[in-house]
């Protein structure tokens, strides 16, 4: 209760504090004589994310940290849009084929493109607590997936949805942000912890089950060990050597050349197993370079769940390959732009990462399979594929992301981080050994 | 570290924006088997008879169909072809490629384009095309669908014609065979005959200049419409009458059995083997013929009686001479072989000297008389450009101008050739009425009628052969079918119209 009282105080104080900050004049010193007051000035004066004008004397080289990253922010609202359009195109077929009214999917996206939105605008200013954010979410999802094994209904063979008040949620989707969140607080000091966190999550997703996200939440595991513990030279090595087993594999067994083949080829096995993937790949190639046109795609007529998992086939088609390339140049950019705002805290250094993997490789990990690369998983395009839960929990991870901007390791030398540095008490994180050292 | 592994992370989308990329450049072809080069057909002066043109061809990539329903109501709007004709085309699931209109016109293949489809697709193809129609479809001949010669000079000629960038200049002369089919066809409309055909031949050279055949007024160039045209000239063997006196005639001569004015007393009728030989004017009483009179008269029991003196190996010797037991081919165009008697016995020989018992096509026909009239072992030729070979002089010099000098007299006494004669042209010409052969018997009235002839007779420059098949008699004919009286005047009329086109300068 404690922690819902003082994220709806969060919340609701930006007006107070945007509508205080336009009448009254402050300068440096008063920032620093009210450090509890401008800590949150400072992390949670952005509702509209725009940059206001500040009415204090600044002396020399001190700079404001900006208050959100606009690309990682312009990224989201590109990906939510271009979900939007798609969604409206594909889903059109998948209504005649489940006898729903023709926007059926298309006005529950737009809702949960707004809940989205508001995730990432809530989440934006919530960096003080995450830790305990992360807690509760663990435990909530463990209940949610032990509840989906035993409630849940089966959808094509895989119990992954439960139904609470008439919503439907898929735990497996928080249990992401959880796992995260947490992992990335035991990484590095308690083995036992972390290997808990991570072992109850994963193996009661095995027995919905979702293999997809087995494989995610297992990469991210991998992937946060890898940085706190390993050296990338025994990563690099496992990969060629990985790769060069797989080459000696494709020469010598006749069955793994046919199914390297099956990937790399769609034509071959064009009645069998690779029908969807061949006439998935008719449809991407019949698009072009510029695309069909919005609205005159034909592969929504082939497969019922194009708005969800094979969205970025319908981008291709009605968008041409430089619609593809374009949202593929978003994850891209994503990825490079976290990188040139890691925080220079350790604790959220680790929290970004982690999401901006989990995203990339979420991502990745669909587009690769509509582009045949890979055999099929249950993975949906962050922030354009339609689903309720998912939108939610993509929200929360650029939301998250976007807070983690704002106390970027770019601002390491100017005196608003310094001044953070000295106002410990205040922010619920812990801050980097480095500028402990230099204090 | 973070950093690497969020780089490693970046670098792993580059493979699928590579991938993505790749679909532009996808474009499947399947191997169009047509054969794209093939040279032009052109007759001596250089019109074309037969040319290949650029069309296209829209076909589908069964598997790759992903919209049939769509595909199949837009094609048959542009093509204008029935609905349920093209989806019929579509339930082939097994095949990788299926034409489904060949040979569109331009507007209708950029409409297709432009829809832009998967699956479907528009080939560059090609196409072969007569100008000239029907007017030479039995000697050039068609192509298939994949722009292989399946008749004719195209697929005599199929080799070079593939590989060559010149055209296949042919001896051919266009204004001479509109002129041999404006003729025949209008006597195969006014006799109501069966078949025409004919074939005039350069006498110096061996050059075909006309071949003509009998062919219905059908457009050649839609493919489906065309229909299987046979050459009769080179493909019709058939026992040709009385004109194969004129080899007898020259046999008799250069063997010295009779000159032409040996006389021969010719009984009304006269028995060779089991049957008996009248004479076509069936005269009443025995009178006694001089060769030349006999041969322009055309009777029958004289000629049966001269022959029975040369006796057998003189006979068969002097045919084989002139290349009648000859697999012939003209420049590699086949011709059909000639039925004539594996042992040859007396009787057989007589009628064969009235062109009974031996049957050969017109074309070695033509060549034969060819031989007779000039005294070369001279071939038939259809290239414009042939290999020119040593020629031997297979008949003397004396009995060639004697045979000259009868078939003038044969065209003079005859009563075309009183009312026909041609000022300066010197025709002369032999007739020649076959009966023919029906469930193993002669039947009367059903008679292929022939006509040689050569002019200027006294040294030939042009010899032609005229075909009647089974005319029937008219007011005209006075009841007669036959050949005097039927193709005879044709040839006239031939003559006078192809004379100044070829050049050839009257006497005066």
Known sequence: MKYVSKASKAFFGIFKERNSKRNSKKNIEQLEVSNKEKNVISLKSSFFFKQHKTDFKQPANFRLPRKVDRVILGIAYTLIAIGLVVVVSSSYAATRVYSLANFHFAIKHLIFCAVGLFCIRFFSTKLHWLDKFGKILWFASVVGLVAVLIFGGSVKGASRWISLFGVSFQPSEFAKIAVILEGAKYVEKNWKMFAITYIIPISLIILQPDLGNTVLISSLAIAQLITKRFDMKYILVGLIGVILLITAAYFLFDHVHLRINTFLNPTVDIFGAGYQSYKSFLAMRNGGLFGRGFGKGVMKDFLPDAHTDFVFCVIVEEFGVLGGLFVIGLFFALGYRVLKMLAFDEYIQMVQYSFVICILSQAWLNIASTLSLIPTKGLTLPLVSYGGSGMIMQGISFGILIAASRVSSRFEKTPVAKYLAHGKKNINFKLNSMMKQKH | ?508
């Not at chain 2, 339930?91 to 507007?107: C, E, Y």
């Not at chain 2, 193809?125 to 008749?151: A, C, K, M, T």
């Not at chain 2, 006694?288 to 057998?312: C, H, P, Q």
């Not at chain 2, 190996?313 to 002097?318: A, C, G, I, P, R």
Request: proline content about 4%; glycine content about 6%.
């Open chain 2, 1 to 508: 570290m973070i950093k690497q592994l969020i780089a490693f992370a970046m670098i792993l989308y580059i493979p699928l924006a590579i991938k993505l990329s790749s679909y532009l450049l996808y474009k499947p072809m399947p191997v169009i088997k047509t054969h794209v080069r093939r040279a032009d057909i052109v007759d001596s002066s250089g019109v074309l008879l037969a040319t290949t043109i650029p069309t296209q061809s829209v076909y589908i990539v069964p598997h790759e169909v992903l919209e049939r329903d769509k595909i199949v109501d837009d094609l048959s709007a542009i093509l204008n072809v029935d609905r349920q004709k093209i989806d019929a085309r579509f339930n082939t699931k097994s095949k990788k490629f299926v034409w489904i209109l060949r040979h569109i016109a331009p507007w209708q293949a950029n409409a297709i384009e432009q829809l832009n489809y998967s699956g479907l697709y528009v080939a560059k193809d090609v196409r072969r095309f007569y100008p000239l129609g029907s007017l030479f479809v039995h000697i050039i001949g068609r192509v298939d669908d994949e722009n292989n010669g399946i008749s004719g000079i195209e697929v005599a000629f199929d080799s070079f014609l593939k590989n060559s960038n010149q055209p296949l200049k042919l001896s051919l002369s266009v204004p001479v065979q509109s002129v041999v089919k404006e003729v025949l066809d209008e006597a195969k409309a006014e006799f109501g005959a069966k078949a025409v055909y004919g074939m005039v031949v350069c006498a110096k050279t061996g050059r075909i200049l006309a071949s003509y055949s009998q062919s219905e007024n059908f457009d050649v160039n839609p493919h489906e419409q065309a229909q299987d045209a046979v050459n009769l000239n080179t493909h019709d063997v058939s026992e040709r009458g009385s004109v194969f006196k004129l080899i007898n005639a020259a046999m008799l001569l250069e063997n010295g059995i009779v000159d032409l004015e040996t006389r021969t007393v010719c009984p009304v009728e006269y028995k060779v083997g089991w049957h008996y030989v009248h004479d076509p004017d069936k005269r009443a009483v025995e009178c006694v013929y001089t060769f030349e009179k006999g041969f322009s008269k055309s009777s029958n029991v004289m000629l049966s009686i001269l022959t029975f003196r040369a006796g057998i190996d003189k006979t068969v010797d002097f045919l084989r001479l002139v290349g009648m037991f000859d697999d012939m081919k003209i420049d590699s165009l086949s011709v059909e072989r000639g039925l004539f008697p594996t042992k040859w016995t007396m009787p057989q020989c007589q009628t064969s000297s009235y062109g009974h018992g031996i049957a050969t096509t017109n074309a070695q026909y033509i060549r034969a008389v060819l031989r007779v009239l000039t005294g070369y072992d001279r071939q038939l030729h259809i290239l414009h450009d042939y290999m020119p070979s040593q020629e031997k002089r297979i008949i003397s010099e004396s009995t060639v101008r004697k045979m000259r000098y009868l078939i003038r007299i044969a065209f003079l006494n005859a009563w075309y050739g009183k009312q026909g004669e041609i000022a300066g042209y010197d025709i002369g010409g032999k007739t020649g009425t076959a009966n023919k052969i029906i469930n193993g018997k002669y039947v009367e009235k059903h008679n292929l009628c022939n006509y040689v002839f050569a002019f200027p007779a006294h040294d030939p420059k042009i010899i032609g052969v005229l075909c009647v098949d089974e005319p029937h008699a008219t007011a005209k004919t006075h009841g007669y079918v036959m050949s005097s009286f039927i193709v005879a005047p044709l040839a006239v009329k031939l003559v006078k119209k192809i004379g100044p086109i070829l050049g050839v300068v009257a006497k005066v």
